[in-house]
């Protein structure tokens, strides 16, 4: 059986993603889509919109046969470790190819940047580290390193966010698993900062936008969306009350920074550089998320950066234990969040094959990867009612959605 891994967030999954979706499918001649999905928290550091149960449920309405969880140590971090958490989980499930979405839309563009880089690795680091020596934000170095470089002419563009990502899954894929064929699929009609709807394929970010905006599913909204991605899209609104977005979480993330010292905010991943002493003095200062990053926000300090560090601090990751478990590789498993019936024939024809546990649910394992799992859920759905989080904490011990 013929399969090719996909790498998404689906917050939430719109008709872009069915497009990305079919075309991968098509590319990779593919029996069996398997998609990797962030959770509950996703790798610019913010709360999806709806949880992974229900997205899980929309990607499968979509195509994908078979969805893992990418798991929240690598779903939330920039995109060298994202990338790698990924691909290397992927690979683990005996993948053939993986296909992602960029604005380039040609492989060899992205082959041979790999194979620029690696003849120019050593000018990079060192223009990289100037740069951030200088006080600029790492994805600014990053861009000004690639320039420095000089990549040839017809290259991809590393200034836009998909290129970045796709080169990151190129590099993991070339160095860790290359019999893994990798394939791209030419973006259609949106950026992925688009703040805006226009037409029926439109960015996350601008139906996210519309969502929160209208408080609930408009017109222009639903153009965009599969009527499966409306339906549950309405569904957890109705029985959970809240589309989740990070004005929710302010009042803990508030209250957890202005009772800590500084010594002990120092010690969650993501807080460097004296970040603790800026944290404590802004936070008094702020009456909403949006004020409060704001403020925060420095030429060192984006606000990409920062959501991550405030996600890590609110589910409490610790930051040694975090540099221990990101240097184990492969990831120690790959937990299955839903399948088809095409999705359960892949299983059963690669568990025995699978050189790390495939696992339906966390009690089948012990690791502390699924501890801080458990962290990260607790902390997604602490905004709920107590009724309906007590239900949700249980579901995360839950089997995975099955789809026929």
């Given at each position: ?64 046969d078979l969805v893992l969880e990418l798991p929240f140590l690598y779903a939330v971090q ?149 009527p499966s991605t409306a339906e549950v899209l309405h569904q957890y609104k109705g029985s ?165």
């Amino acid at each position: 059986m013929k399969s090719c891994g996909v790498i998404v967030e689906y917050n939430p999954f719109h008709n872009g993603h069915l497009y990305h979706l079919e075309e991968s499918k098509k590319h990779a001649e593919a029996d069996c889509m398997i998609a990797i999905m962030s959770g509950n928290f996703l790798q610019r550091g913010e709360p999806a919109i709806i949880d992974k149960w229900h997205r899980t449920k929309a990607a499968l309405h979509g195509g994908a046969d078979l969805v893992l969880e990418l798991p929240f140590l690598y779903a939330v971090q920039h995109s060298d470790y994202f990338s790698q958490g990924a691909i290397q989980t992927l690979a683990e499930v005996g993948v053939d190819s993986i296909c992602f979405g960029s604005e380039n839309g040609r492989i060899t563009a992205f082959t041979e940047a790999f194979e620029h880089m690696n003849k120019h690795q050593e000018e990079y680091d060192v223009t990289v580290r100037r740069y951030l020596n200088e006080g600029y934000a790492y994805p600014e170095a990053s861009r000004l390193g690639y320039e420095s470089i000089a990549f040839p002419s017809g290259s991809i563009d590393l200034t836009q966010p998909n290129n970045i990502l796709g080169y990151s899954y190129v590099k993991q894929i070339l160095t860790y698993a290359p019999h893994i064929e990798p394939l791209t699929v030419l973006r259609k009609n949106n950026h992925y900062h688009d703040e805006e709807i226009h037409g029926t394929i439109a960015s996350a970010t601008s139906i996210r936008k519309e969502l929160f905006e209208e408080k609930r599913i408009s017109e222009k909204a639903e153009r965009s969306l599969p009527p499966s991605t409306a339906e549950v899209l309405h569904q957890y609104k109705g029985s959970h009350g809240i589309w989740h977005q990070w004005e929710a979480y302010f009042h803990l993330l508030q209250y957890k920074i202005m009772t800590m010292e500084e010594s002990t905010l120092r010690c969650f991943h993501g807080v460097d550089e004296g970040l603790e002493y800026r944290l404590k003095r802004t936070i008094k200062e702020a009456a909403t998320f949006h004020q409060f990053i704001s403020s925060l926000k420095t030429k060192r300090y984006t606000w990409t950066r920062l959501q991550r560090t405030l996600a890590h601090i609110l589910v409490g990751t610790d930051k040694q234990e975090t540099r221990v478990l990101l240097r184990e590789t492969p990831p120690p498993y790959a937990r299955i969040l839903g399948m088809s019936d095409v999705g359960k024939k892949y299983l059963r024809s690669v568990k025995k094959e699978a050189s790390i546990p495939l696992i339906t649910q966390p009690q089948q394992l012990d690791h502390e990867m699924l501890d801080l799992e458990a962290r990260a859920a607790a902390a997604y759905y602490s905004v709920l009612t107590p009724e309906r989080r007590v239900d949700q904490l249980k579901r995360e011990y839950g089997p995975p959605v099955i789809h026929s």
